[in-house]
């Protein structure tokens, strides 16, 4: 009994020093906000305070990933399995609230309204189905990675290499997806151009994720977590207060919803707007005429550009105008591919602004379109929204339980005990946000529609311009019937710079603006610290080290996932400066591909003793393979990649949208795998014992 109290006094300790490092950390945080509001009431500027938000937050990032630095095998890859159950709930939850999270969730709740709850209830549901499927079964196999244990539960290589291809694409996706964030918004805080931001950003994720591996990225994620729940939390509780006199979000929800309903009403019936309404149905029908002839579409279109240049030089108009026009010149489609896309953006784009409040489904109406009592095309709509808001949530509640990057930290805890534990509080620490994400996305539209639509053009906040400058499809403005008063229909925000201008549309405070900018970049960084580690580890842990070279010493392997975490950080930094927009449509691709390879294979593998090598390696190909072909169909820019063509007629069934196909490729995968395995050999004793010591009571093992 003296080793287990002797370990238990041990780990006492070491959780009473946590208390107290980020107890003094989370003081520091505070005086630091506290010490640059200061500086912006003596009047430093934005310049300046954007910059110290940078330089201090990712400063002490990297000071953790320097002290936490190590070449030790169990430290690298699971932080020594001693994290406590708090603060890999902490871990977990920064882990998990990546850009998409913490820029998008209230980005998708503003433009989609009740659709956008899918997002929030598939990923908090997704959880449980962690806690009770998968988190302990893992803790207790007590090894490093995901490909790890299909390979031990399946035998064999080539599941694990299956699991192991699986588990890059997924996490690569993801992570190009959270680089974008990085640029972002380090272009927001220091007004460094897109491309240059996500490289400076870079340096924040590779300080942590190149020196320490696992071991750092913990540390760091707690801190980080600290970080983005006060950006989050302070600027809605600060809305809140100025709108409703109340602190707690969620008590202003109902009130705020109900003047938002009001307003949609009286804006959708306006006749300023329904004359802008009727200039974008104009301007989309002469779009959809020009994809007629793109050759002759885009002949006219420059001589119609070069006469009016002609023109305005003959009457001597001010050179900026002049100078704009010949701009918009030379940035007209070179090629006739180019040119349709351009045609078909602006065709799209003005059909969505031609629609009642721009396109934007009543803030509460349910599944975003339709009615259930009306007639057959809004009884059709309502079907249709409502199948993808289900799908939608199954697919993230199984790609949470199948996600790579998210079940290793479930590797770093003492006990199973502990495991289970600690999912309970990743999902206290997740819903902290989550239940704040819908009172936001209405606060941000009572301000758009109570204070900013119908102010004077000439009257328009600074916010707009800089943003719109910063990327025009976040954020544009057009007078488009010239009687110089915004419309809303005139108002493009896209989903990304919601929560990033929540402050300025509220009227706060610069340094809740670069607080918010601040919390955005900590979810950005923690999410790709995990996911560059989860690739760099599959490929050297499981291909180098399982498959290519077993004698690898421990030094040499982790070596090697250094330098995999580089060269794969620099790959997809690469990519994600090209401007993959729209997060949120990408993440959920991630999720859908995640539960497709994985879900199937690692639940049926712990539940279901008959669940063989060749049934799960033919459960991953067909889902994982089912779920790309759906989503390359039925994408036109994924169809345009891999050179298929326009696609002559909707492919998509019962209309599920192509980010949701898992809904199509986990149960084909279940029914594979089931098939397959009652047809094939049973598994091997040895594999009977793992599942023997995965689901019996006492310690884990490893």
């Known amino acids: 009994m003296a080793e287990p109290s002797a370990q238990a006094e041990a780990t006492r300790r070491f959780g009473h020093q946590l208390h107290r490092r980020y107890g003094l950390y989370t003081l520091g945080v505070i005086g630091f906000i506290v010490l640059l509001a200061g500086a912006e009431r003596l009047g430093w500027s934005r310049g300046w305070i954007g910059a110290m938000f940078l330089i201090g937050t990712v400063g002490v990032y990297a000071l953790i990933g320097l002290l936490s630095r190590t070449t030790d095998e169990a430290e690298y890859y699971v932080a020594g399995r001693r994290v406590p159950a708090l603060y890999n709930g902490m871990a977990t939850a920064a882990d998990w609230m990546s850009a998409a999270s913490f820029i998008g969730t209230a980005g998708v709740l503003y433009l989609q309204g009740y659709a956008g709850l899918a ?164 301007r989309a029908a002469v779009a959809n005429a020009k994809l007629a002839d793109v050759p002759a579409a885009m002949a006219q279109d420059a001589r119609q550009l070069a006469g009016q240049i002609e023109r305005m030089k003959a009457e001597e108009q001010p050179l900026v105008r002049i100078q704009q026009a010949e701009r918009r010149l030379q940035r007209l489609p070179r090629t006739e591919e180019a040119a349709r896309q351009a045609y078909e953006r602006e065709r799209d784009t003005s059909l969505r602004q031609s629609r009642p409040l721009a396109g934007m489904p009543p803030q509460a109406l349910p599944y975003a379109a339709g009615d259930p009592d009306g007639d057959a095309a809004q009884q059709q709509a309502f079907d249709h929204s409502r199948r993808n808001f289900i799908a939608l949530v199954l697919c993230l509640m199984m790609g949470t339980a199948a996600m790579p990057h998210v079940l290793t930290r479930y590797y770093t805890t003492p006990s199973v005990s502990a495991a289970r534990r600690s999912v309970g509080w990743s999902l206290f620490f997740i819903a902290l946000l989550y239940v704040a994400a819908p009172a936001l996305a209405v606060m941000v539209k009572y301000e758009v529609f109570s204070h900013l639509v119908g102010m004077p053009f000439d009257e328009l906040p600074s916010w707009l311009r800089r943003w719109a400058k910063l990327d025009p499809s976040l954020v544009s403005v057009e007078d488009i019937n010239l009687d110089g008063i915004l419309q809303l229909s005139e108002l493009r925000l896209g989903q990304d710079v919601i929560v990033l201008a929540a402050p300025e549309i509220g009227g706060l405070p610069f340094v809740v603006t670069y607080l918010v900018a601040a919390g955005g970049l900590a979810a950005a960084l923690s999410t790709a610290d995990g996911l560059l580690l989860t690739i760099a580890n599959a490929l050297s ?145 040895e594999e009977y014992r793992l599942l023997a010591r995965l689901r019996a009571p006492g310690p884990a093992q490893g």
């Open 119 to 282: 997002y929030i209830l598939g990923w908090t549901g997704g959880y449980c189905l962690v806690a009770l499927l998968l988190a302990p079964y893992l803790r207790r196999f007590g090894q490093f990675t995901i490909p790890d244990f299909i390979g031990a539960r399946y035998g064999g290589q080539l599941p694990r290499l299956l699991a192991v291809a699986a588990a890059v694409m997924v996490s690569f996706v993801y992570v190009v997806v959270q680089l974008y964030g990085v640029g972002l918004i380090t272009s927001h805080l220091t007004g460094f151009s897109f491309e240059v931001g996500i490289f400076v950003g870079l340096g924040g994720v590779l300080v942590c994720s190149f020196l320490g591996g696992m071991r750092a990225v913990t540390w760091t994620q707690v801190a980080q977590y600290i970080v983005l729940i006060i950006a989050y939390l302070v600027p809605v509780a600060w809305l809140s207060l100025n709108q409703t006199g109340h602190l707690v979000s969620p008590a202003s929800y109902g009130a705020q919803l109900q003047k938002v309903t009001e307003a949609e009403r009286r804006l959708s019936d306006d006749p300023r707007e329904k004359e802008v309404r009727a200039l974008y149905a104009q």
């Open 541 to 685: 842990h499981d291909v180098y080290y399982r498959v290519i070279n077993p004698r690898a010493s421990a030094i040499r392997r982790v070596m090697l996932s250094k330098v995999l975490v580089l060269m794969v950080a620099l790959l997809a930094a690469w990519l994600a400066s090209l401007r993959i927009t729209d997060i949120l449509q990408y993440v959920s691709a991630a999720f859908s591909l995640a539960a497709s390879a994985f879900f199937p294979a690692l639940t049926l593998g712990v539940f279901w003793r008959r669940a063989t090598r060749l049934g799960a390696i033919c459960a991953m190909l067909s889902g994982l393979g089912l779920c790309a072909w759906y989503m390359v169909i039925n994408l036109p820019w994924l169809r345009h990649l891999f050179a298929l063509g326009p696609a002559a007629a909707d492919l998509r069934w019962w209309g599920i949208e192509p980010m949701a196909a898992g809904v199509f490729g986990v149960p084909l995968g279940m029914a594979v795998l089931l098939l397959v395995s009652l047809v094939t050999p049973r598994p091997s004793a």
